[in-house]
């Protein structure tokens, strides 16, 4: 944590900015703290971009909601939440997006703090799906569940106890490289029959040569049949009744992929521990990957608090309260039940209040490039969000 000058954390006014990096297009949203999505915008992948382009193609987008926030919805950014296909480091220290060439052991929390003047931090693309689900969606109230992505790869998110599991390099979870096919197709961490290999969006234009918009009756059956057989193995493992599955993949192939998926899941799970499980869309839809990244960076403010970021050319800090000083007003104002008082904070037994807050940064305006498409959309109040993978206040939790 650093010296500054902050004001209280206030949920009319303050938002986190959240990016999903995937293997065809770079997103970015405006989060508020209870959970609205209140802009977005996004860019193509250009493959022929090198590193440093492609970053400054993300930088891009990133500025204009900086922008956006100040000017249109005049709200304050208190961090970056960042969901990233994987390889990833924990907290995206780097990152090796699978269908980002340019990108290998990328370093993009330090050149994103760097750029943006903000902490940064991130996770795996689905367990940033399972905090969104768990928070607002179709796994609230839920101690236990895997969150499943199928787009251009395959991954998946875990909560065990209310907790979200990472593991040792923040790439747990991932059940795209369970195997489905044995002696099946090759896969890029060089097994064969991997789920990633034999059912994600890239794997079904390499089989069939058409890109996954345009799949047949049997390719919706054959995925929804792998993704199945995968979650069984995770679920029979692990003691878990539910699935919440997103992607465009997934959602835009419908009923077929789900029946089928929920009919290998019923052939596969036949433990008395796991009869029964269920495979259920994710409900956020197309909004629950920037919700999601956005619940990473309220998780992160309230773990790791702030961290030490270059200064931005011409940010002004507002407020006059040291760090320690706007968490008492916070936990006061919290505990008096007033106005502006956020049920956002992570509230303890006690009442105390720790999500940090952080100084008004107000960003010094968008590079001299083209602006990219935003939109207000995807407002709407979810009210107190649910208790899973939150903490005690109905916040994105551990």
């Keep these: 944590m650093f010296a500054a000058t902050v004001r209280e954390v206030n949920p009319d006014r303050d938002l986190i900015v959240a990016i999903?990096?995937?293997?065809?297009?770079?997103?970015?949203?405006?989060?508020?703290?209870?959970?609205?999505?209140?802009?977005?915008?996004?860019?193509?992948?250009?493959?022929?971009?090198?590193?440093?382009?492609?970053?400054?193609s993300l930088v891009g987008i990133v500025d204009d909601m900086l922008l956006r926030a100040d000017e249109h919805h005049q709200?304050?950014?208190?961090?970056?939440?960042?969901?990233?296909v994987g390889p990833i480091t924990a907290d995206v220290e780097t990152v090796s997006p699978v269908n980002v060439e340019a990108w290998r052991n990328f370093p993009l929390r330090e050149r994103l703090e760097e750029a943006v003047s903000l902490p940064v931090y991130g996770g795996l693309d689905a367990t940033s799906l399972a905090l969104a689900e768990g928070w607002l969606g179709a796994a609230q109230g839920r101690s236990n569940f895997l969150a499943v992505v199928v787009s251009g790869s395959i991954a998946g998110g875990v909560v065990i106890d209310g907790q979200l599991?990472?593991?040792g390099?923040?790439?747990?979870?991932?059940?795209?490289?369970?195997?489905?096919?044995?002696?099946?197709?090759?896969?890029?961490c060089g097994a064969r029959?991997?789920?990633?290999?034999?059912?994600?969006?890239?794997?079904?234009?390499?089989?069939?040569?058409?890109?996954?918009?345009?799949?047949?009756?049997?390719?919706?059956?054959?995925?929804?049949?792998?993704?199945?057989?995968?979650?069984?193995?995770?679920?029979?493992?692990?003691?878990?009744?539910?699935?919440?599955?997103?992607?465009?993949?997934?959602?835009?192939?419908?009923?077929?992929?789900?029946?089928?998926?929920?009919?290998?899941?019923?052939?596969?799970?036949?433990?008395?521990?796991?009869?029964?499980?269920?495979?259920?869309?994710?409900?956020?839809?197309?909004?629950?990957?920037?919700?999601?990244?956005?619940?990473v960076g309220m998780r992160g403010l309230r773990r790791q608090?702030?961290?030490?970021?270059?200064?931005?050319?011409?940010?002004?800090?507002?407020?006059?309260?040291?760090?320690?000083?706007?968490?008492?007003?916070?936990?006061?104002?919290?505990?008096a039940g007033e106005d502006g008082a956020s049920s956002v904070a992570n509230t303890t037994a006690d009442g105390g209040a720790h999500l940090p807050a952080e100084g008004d940064h107000t960003p010094s305006g968008p590079r001299d490039r083209p602006p990219s498409t935003s939109s207000d959309a995807d407002t709407g109040a979810h009210g107190s969000p649910g208790t899973h993978v939150t903490d005690d206040s109905g916040h994105p939790g551990v």
Aim: contains cysteine; negative net charge; charged residues 20%.
């Design 169 to 188: 390099s923040g790439n747990a979870g991932h059940i795209g490289h369970v195997v489905v096919e044995p002696n099946g197709r090759r896969c890029g």
């Design 193 to 295: 029959g991997c789920l990633d290999a034999e059912a994600s969006g890239r794997a079904i234009e390499v089989i069939t040569g058409r890109p996954p918009t345009e799949p047949s009756y049997e390719i919706m059956q054959r995925t929804g049949e792998l993704v199945g057989r995968a979650v069984a193995s995770v679920c029979n493992l692990l003691d878990l009744d539910l699935a919440v599955v997103g992607g465009p993949v997934a959602l835009g192939f419908g009923a077929t992929f789900f029946n089928a998926a929920q009919a290998a899941l019923d052939r596969h799970s036949r433990a008395e521990y796991t009869r029964g499980a269920r495979i259920t869309p994710a409900r956020l839809g197309d909004r629950g990957p920037l919700i999601g990244a956005g619940a």
């Design 20 to 56: 999903d990096i995937g293997g065809s297009r770079l997103s970015a949203g405006l989060m508020t703290l209870r959970g609205d999505l209140i802009d977005r915008t996004q860019v193509p992948v250009d493959q022929g971009l090198n590193d440093g382009e492609l970053f400054e």
């Design 75 to 84: 709200m304050n950014p208190l961090a970056i939440g960042v969901g990233c």
């Design 165 to 167: 599991l990472e593991g």
């Design 305 to 335: 608090g702030l961290r030490a970021v270059p200064p931005r050319p011409s940010l002004t800090p507002t407020g006059e309260l040291d760090v320690l000083d706007g968490l008492l007003e916070l936990e006061r104002r919290v505990d």
